[in-house]
């Protein structure tokens, strides 16, 4: 069973829909990051939180925007996507991101789906 | 640019033995990572290699060349739920993982 977990697990939504996605790690890790997966291509690394302070942000669109409350939750909120948004999004948890080799433990993920 | 190369694809028998290769180019290297994901799962961490030589952990071993740049993950005795995607990562010198895409691997009764 895993430590992290992952709501809702599959979400359709328009263009002009609001929606959020939330993970949830019960592993008392202090660093949490957000992933897109798409098929066939490497995971791409979109947002690091490391004891609630965003250390990363790479590059990505501003209609993608994370809010991370505590340690323990992570927030994935979504504004006028676009089709090529879908995709499956992962949540990961570490003990401590800020340095030295950590293992990132995944949660199950949410499958979008922008119509 | 920071790459890591993998096959897309593989298939193998039950009860066989299968080694995917990665190879990597990165800015600094601290570590390399397999990760097995099932069709629809979480990514599940397998193995952390970051000195050369390889590393047994029961069906599964991980080998390191870090003067080439070469790593790979050997499945024994293979069974029919080892059907999954393999991730293999590596960590770069400001400790970001740099992922490959994945070689899917398919055993045939």
């Known amino acids: 069973e895993t430590g992290v977990t992952q709501t809702p697990r599959h979400l359709v939504m328009g263009m002009t829909n609001k929606k959020s996605l939330k993970c949830e790690q019960h592993l008392g890790h202090n660093a949490m990051y957000w992933y897109k997966q798409s098929a066939k291509k490497p995971l791409e690394l979109m947002f690091v939180?490391?004891?609630?302070?965003?250390?990363e942000n790479n590059s990505v669109p501003s209609r993608f925007s994370p809010e991370c409350p505590n340690s323990s939750h992570l927030f994935l909120h979504l504004h006028t996507l676009q089709p090529e948004d879908s995709a499956l999004y992962l949540c990961a948890s570490s003990q401590d991101g800020r340095g030295g080799p950590d293992t990132q433990y995944f949660g199950p993920g949410t499958r979008l789906t922008v119509l | 640019g920071q790459n890591i190369d993998q096959p897309t694809e593989m298939t193998a028998t039950e009860g066989a033995i299968v080694q995917i290769n990665c190879t990597y180019q990165t800015s600094g290297f601290n570590g390399l990572f397999w990760y097995q994901q099932h069709a629809g799962e979480a990514p599940t961490f397998l193995s952390y290699?970051?000195l050369d030589g390889l590393e047994e952990k029961g069906r599964f071993s991980s080998f390191l060349s870090r003067s080439t740049g070469y790593s790979y993950l050997l499945l024994k005795e293979l069974q029919m739920k080892d059907s999954a995607s393999y991730l293999c990562a590596v960590m770069d010198s400001n400790y970001q993982l740099i992922w490959g895409a994945g070689t899917k691997l398919i055993i045939k009764p």
């Open positions: 290699n970051v």
């Open positions: 939180y490391n004891f609630k302070e965003q250390t």
